[in-house]
């Protein structure tokens, strides 16, 4: 199914009486009302699928695809995302060093509409993933469970769950995974979220809670690698999630500001929102083209993305927030009206979804810190030319992509990184990191330097990014057009300084021009052409 035959399947989102538009998500929100009608017709069309490849019975072909349909489903009620694909991180981890028959397990489980949680968070640890507590004991021919894992998602309706447990006393090889089955263990209540209300989330207790020997994955020892490597799958697909709230917060919008006016004036021809709609636009513009860069990245070098897919969560989730945060300083009162704002309260939905969406994999400050210490191995390499063939094949839109193969990711980004490196040294990127490189040659590895560091550096991969697509895309009707690149440069390097975004309005001003001409036939906000409904 495409993305325009999926969105004319689920009808007018702005219908008050369509059953899969904004009115409709948000009465399950107010309610916490799990998607269940609007996720039965998505799994009647497989979509549930996208991601678990076509040898297992799934219908991925690519993650660029996969990214552009699911953000179209996603700008009608996020939790779309949770409740088809929360196992996703699971079904990759089995993907990665589970049996034959264990990879088998899960297919079957997803291909009837189940799902397979992935419990790995602990309450009083977080992130600190190496102080975790739940242990896998010996017993008999198999092994015991025992422990609470925290914040498990889909955790109150899976059958099973893949379970990183304690096996050792110190390191990463102190823990092993296996796939659990989740008869007789202690859920608890439905834990309450501000976004993404309705899908629930569980505490599992395991208490004596037998594994026979057939369920433990891999070897003992691997479970943390194989996890931290699926992670990296799992940021690149949540940045759909990000882009498909901005994208119906955006449109919510510009419809209110072309309508209300202030005296003569239209809102959005006033000066004030008129450049927060830019803003707004050229931060949306520029995660789509991260993301979509990322998602066809991962399957020509996918050994660097334990950089470049933490870099473009970042840049896309908090490029979404400010885009947000923009358009709700243009609705002002209007962004915080749960149930007669814009889209019937659909806003106030979009911002909690959105939020929660930023941090549902792994906190901000732990992305930028599980790459930082890879920045001067990253910094050595900038004046070297990268691959053209794999450049043009990762940036060209039009190119054909080769398998996506999860073997080849790595803790580590391997080769000479291909979005940043053998930039023109006249260019404001090159020089931008070419300072950078300075910095992070006499960063304190101990303090927030290099994180501080990481962070810049996200901004300015996502300009080079940007600058490759435009390079190879001049007949893309966005990409190609001739203030596109003015406008999101602007937007990304600004960030990358830490200046005031507003100080380059005119050339930001563009970015608002195209999107709404996207907007006016009726087009997702992407250099991806996609007609909706």
Same mark, same amino acid.
């Given at each position: 199914?495409?993305?325009?035959?999926?969105?004319?399947?689920? *009808?007018?989102?702005?219908?008050?009486?369509?059953?899969?538009?904004?009115?409709?998500?948000?009465?399950?929100?107010?309610? $916490?009302?799990?998607?269940?009608?609007?996720?039965?017709?998505?799994?009647?069309?497989?979509?549930?699928?996208?991601?678990?490849?076509?040898?297992?019975?799934?219908?991925?072909?690519?993650?660029?695809?996969?990214?552009?349909?699911?953000?179209?489903?996603?700008?009608?009620?996020?939790?779309?995302? =949770?409740?088809?694909?929360?196992?996703?991180?699971?079904?990759?981890?089995?993907?990665?060093?589970?049996?034959?028959?264990?990879?088998?397990?899960?297919?079957?489980?997803?291909?009837?509409?189940?799902?397979?949680?992935?419990?790995?968070?602990?309450?009083?640890?977080?992130?600190?993933?190496?102080?975790?507590?739940?242990?896998?004991? =010996?017993?008999?021919?198999?092994?015991?469970?025992?422990?609470?894992?925290?914040?498990?998602?889909?955790?109150?309706?899976?059958?099973?769950?893949?379970?990183?447990?304690?096996?050792?006393?110190?390191?990463?090889?102190?823990?092993?995974?296996?796939?659990?089955?989740?008869?007789?263990?202690?859920?608890?209540?439905?834990?309450?979220? $501000?976004?993404?209300?309705?899908?629930?989330?569980?505490?599992?207790?395991?208490?004596?809670?037998?594994?026979?020997?057939?369920?433990?994955?891999?070897?003992?020892?691997?479970?943390?690698?194989?996890?931290?490597?699926?992670?990296?799958?799992?940021?690149?697909?949540?940045?759909? $999630?990000?882009?498909?709230?901005?994208?119906?917060?955006?449109?919510?919008?510009?419809?209110?500001?072309?309508?209300?006016?202030? $005296?003569?004036?239209?809102?959005?021809?006033? =000066?004030?929102?008129?450049?927060?709609?830019?803003?707004?636009?050229?931060?949306?513009?520029?995660?789509?083209?991260?993301?979509?860069?990322?998602?066809?990245?991962?399957?020509?070098?996918?050994?660097?993305?334990?950089?470049?897919?933490?870099?473009?969560?970042?840049? #896309?989730?908090?490029?979404?927030?400010?885009?947000?945060?923009?358009?709700?300083?243009?609705?002002?009162?209007?962004?915080?009206?749960?149930?007669?704002?814009?889209?019937?309260?659909?806003?106030?939905?979009?911002?909690?979804?959105?939020?929660?969406?930023?941090?549902?994999?792994?906190?901000?400050?732990?992305?930028?810190?599980?790459?930082?210490?890879?920045?001067?191995?990253?910094?050595?390499?900038?004046?070297?030319?990268?691959?053209?063939?794999?450049?043009?094949?990762?940036?060209?839109?039009?190119? &054909?992509?080769? =398998?996506?193969?999860?073997?080849?990711?790595?803790?580590?980004?391997?080769?000479?990184?291909?979005?940043?490196?053998?930039?023109?040294?006249?260019?404001?990127?090159?020089?931008?990191?070419?300072?950078?490189?300075?910095? #992070?040659?006499?960063?304190?590895?101990?303090?927030?330097?290099?994180?501080?560091?990481? &962070?810049?550096?996200?901004?300015?991969?996502?300009?080079?990014?940007?600058?490759?697509?435009?390079?190879?895309?001049?007949?893309? &009707? #966005?990409?190609?057009?001739?203030?596109?690149?003015?406008?999101?440069?602007?937007?990304?390097?600004?960030?990358?300084?830490?200046?005031?975004?507003?100080?380059?309005?005119?050339?930001?001003?563009?970015?608002?021009?195209?999107?709404?001409?996207?907007?006016?036939? *009726?087009?997702?906000?992407?250099?991806?052409? #996609?007609?909706?409904?």
């Amino acid at each position: 199914m495409t993305p325009e035959e999926l969105d004319r399947e689920l *009808g007018d989102p702005a219908d008050p009486e369509n059953p899969f538009g904004w009115a409709a998500a948000v009465r399950r929100d107010e309610e $916490g009302e799990f998607p269940e009608e609007l996720c039965g017709v998505l799994r009647k069309h497989d979509f549930h699928l996208n991601y678990l490849p076509r040898e297992l019975g799934g219908t991925f072909e690519s993650f660029d695809r996969s990214l552009t349909l699911v953000r179209t489903a996603a700008r009608r009620d996020l939790n779309v995302m =949770p409740g088809t694909m929360f196992s996703i991180t699971a079904a990759t981890c089995v993907r990665l060093h589970g049996s034959t028959a264990q990879q088998e397990r899960v297919a079957e489980i997803l291909r009837r509409g189940g799902s397979v949680a992935f419990a790995m968070s602990e309450a009083d640890h977080g992130s600190d993933l190496l102080a975790n507590e739940v242990r896998l004991t =010996p017993e008999g021919e198999g092994w015991r469970l025992d422990g609470t894992k925290w914040m498990v998602g889909l955790g109150q309706r899976s059958g099973a769950a893949y379970v990183v447990a304690r096996t050792g006393e110190r390191g990463p090889g102190a823990f092993s995974a296996v796939l659990a089955d989740l008869d007789g263990v202690e859920r608890g209540p439905e834990v309450p979220t $501000g976004g993404m209300r309705g899908i629930d989330f569980a505490h599992l207790r395991f208490d004596r809670h037998p594994v026979a020997a057939d369920e433990l994955v891999g070897r003992q020892g691997e479970a943390l690698e194989a996890a931290v490597k699926a992670q990296q799958v799992v940021r690149l697909m949540s940045t759909a $999630g990000s882009l498909g709230c901005a994208d119906t917060a955006l449109r919510l919008t510009l419809d209110f500001a072309a309508e209300r006016r202030i $005296g003569r004036t239209l809102l959005i021809e006033s =000066p004030y929102p008129r450049r927060e709609l830019a803003i707004a636009s050229a931060a949306l513009l520029a995660a789509d083209a991260v993301a979509l860069a990322a998602a066809r990245g991962i399957h020509v070098v996918p050994e660097q993305f334990s950089v470049w897919g933490c870099a473009a969560k970042h840049v #896309v989730a908090e490029a979404v927030e400010d885009a947000m945060g923009r358009c709700a300083t243009v609705l002002a009162t209007r962004s915080v009206l749960r149930t007669e704002g814009p889209g019937g309260g659909m806003f106030q939905k979009l911002q909690r979804d959105a939020a929660l969406v930023r941090v549902v994999d792994t906190s901000t400050v732990a992305n930028l810190r599980s790459f930082a210490g890879q920045l001067p191995a990253l910094m050595k390499g900038l004046d070297e030319a990268a691959d053209p063939r794999a450049v043009r094949e990762v940036f060209d839109l039009g190119a &054909e992509l080769p =398998p996506f193969d999860p073997a080849r990711l790595d803790l580590n980004a391997r080769g000479r990184d291909l979005v940043t490196a053998g930039l023109p040294d006249t260019g404001p990127i090159h020089r931008h990191l070419a300072d950078l490189s300075v910095q #992070v040659a006499t960063a304190d590895p101990k303090g927030n330097e290099l994180v501080d560091l990481a &962070e810049r550096f996200a901004w300015l991969h996502a300009a080079a990014a940007c600058l490759h697509l435009w390079v190879v895309n001049r007949e893309n &009707e #966005v990409l190609g057009r001739p203030d596109w690149l003015t406008a999101v440069l602007a937007y990304l390097l600004s960030r990358a300084e830490g200046t005031p975004v507003r100080r380059r309005e005119a050339e930001l001003l563009p970015a608002l021009a195209t999107v709404r001409d996207l907007h006016g036939r *009726g087009r997702l906000f992407s250099a991806v052409p #996609v007609d909706l409904t």
